[in-house]
Nanobody, 122 residues
Framework: QVQLVESGGGLVQAGGSLRLSCAASGRTFSRYAMGWFRQAPGKDREFVAAISRNIANTYYRDSVKGRFTISRDNAKNTVYLQMNSLKPEDTAVYYC???????????????WGQGTQVTVSS
């Protein structure tokens, strides 16, 4: 069982930056691949970024490549999402999730956080 708690969301102007954090409970954090997803009002939840257990591999949706960076600190049981050059279309609730293997597909993730709101004003 893994419990995930996101933080770091907020209101930022277009072009600004935010760093999201996701703290995981338990001693098995390093056994899980981690992902970030987001859901904008009236839209389906979508994949944003993922990182493998050993940090060797990262994956991003095309619209955030070059602007967002996913990272993790296994010693701190935390995964991060650094978001730069934010755009109004990045406005959404952002969720972190844990999976047994690296994936860009929501159904592969077993554990989810409660989400943190990111709002980008134009």
């Amino acid at each position: 069982q893994v419990q995930l708690v996101e933080s770091g969301g907020g209101l930022v102007q277009a072009g600004g930056s935010l760093r999201l954090s996701c703290a995981a409970s338990g001693r098995t954090f390093s056994r899980y691949a981690m992902g970030w997803f987001r859901q904008a009002p009236g839209k389906d939840r979508e994949f944003v970024a993922a990182i493998s257990r050993n940090i060797a591999n990262t994956y991003y949706r095309d619209s955030v490549k070059g602007r967002f960076t996913i990272s993790r600190d296994n010693a701190k049981n935390t995964v991060y999402l650094q978001m730069n050059s934010l755009k109004p279309e990045d406005t959404a609730v952002y969720y972190c999730a844990a999976a047994s293997a690296t994936s860009t597909v929501q159904v592969d993730y077993d554990y989810w956080g409660q989400g943190t709101q990111v709002t980008v004003s134009s």
